[in-house]
């Protein structure tokens, strides 16, 4: 049934360019859609509800716990005048066996203040890094199951409460994080709220030789100052799989100041297949960010991922 709305699309899309759009309201919500996607009375309800409930961008990068792949890591932190002030290179493998895996660091070099003197990472940054693609020593029994491994920050405090925001800032941005001040219920993109600050695009196109989906969520023009201070996403556009609705790529900056906080992150991932596992294959990171009683971290990272192994 896809592959027949897909060759359908394919009859149309020459006319794409010169059709108008169409705002249709879905559970009292305004969604655009190109006429192609009206006209060719696509499936727009249940593919906005698909997208909605995504969970494959998290699943790719849980399938890393699963498989062997090597990867280049560039981290470098930034001084107060925009200098780098602590740098990091490393290739590294993942192995696995026997269920468990490890990592193999092949080539590393650190300036700077990276680490501290106890060896250990000395930023927040790095450290959500290495939870994303280093394995800190042995680590068995893990699988790559989505259901009942929700991010939460129940029960945590501290610096692993303020990891688990950045971990649900990363995975799931558009959604309510809880816990932080005046900000949490700001990043819901889908409740009604939401929906008075952002215009949302449904569209069709081409990526990476494959027709896909492409979801865009942007502020509205010419949102009066107060409504201005309500914004934190300022814009965020993924490509679905038009025949298996995967994450195909995400961009997304988010950026919000507040009195006790701020911050501006920038976020660019591309995914690949391995077999049937969907893995993140780059991943572009800058970040600028300030808590309350927490140092100011400015910095970015490059994850280009290869070599990969079921």
């Not at 305004?30 to 009206?38: A, G």
């Amino acid at each position: 049934m896809r592959a027949k709305l897909v060759l359908i699309l394919l009859l149309f899309v020459s006319y794409e360019s010169f059709a108008q759009d169409t705002t249709v309201i879905i559970d009292n919500h305004k969604i655009t859609l190109p006429e192609v996607v009206v006209r060719n009375n696509m499936e727009y309800k249940s593919i906005l509800e698909r997208i909605k409930a995504d969970t494959t961008f998290y699943k790719a990068f849980r399938n890393l716990r699963v498989i062997e792949f090597s990867s280049y890591n560039n981290i470098t932190m930034y001084d107060k005048s925009g200098n780098p002030k602590a740098t990091y290179y490393s290739k590294t493998k993942q192995h696995r066996q026997n269920g468990c895996r490890t990592t193999e660091v092949v080539e590393e070099k650190a300036t700077g203040d990276f680490y501290t003197s106890k060896g250990n990472f000395n930023y927040n940054t790095a450290e959500l890094y290495a939870s994303l693609f280093f394995a800190k020593g042995q680590v068995c029994g893990e699988d790559n199951i989505v259901k009942g491994h929700e991010f939460s920050t129940q029960g945590k405090s501290g610096i692993e409460k303020h990891k688990e925001q950045l971990k649900m800032l990363f995975f799931n941005p558009g959604r309510r994080i809880p816990g932080i001040p005046f900000i949490g219920d700001k990043l819901d993109l889908y409740d009604d709220r939401a929906h008075k600050y952002y215009d949302y695009r449904l569209d069709y196109t081409e990526y990476q030789g494959k027709y896909s989906y492409v979801f865009s969520i942007k502020p509205k023009e010419n949102l009066s100052a107060s409504k201005e201070n309500g914004i934190v996403v300022d814009a965020m556009t993924t490509w679905f799989d038009a025949t298996t609705m995967e994450v195909m790529a995400r961009n997304y900056t988010l950026s919000y100041k507040a009195g006790v906080y701020d911050f501006n992150v920038s976020m660019e991932v591309q995914m690949t297949k391995v077999g049937d596992l969907l893995v993140p294959q780059v991943l572009r990171y800058k970040g600028n960010w300030s808590v309350i009683f927490k140092k100011r971290e400015n910095g970015q990272f490059t994850a280009t991922l290869f070599d990969f192994k079921k």
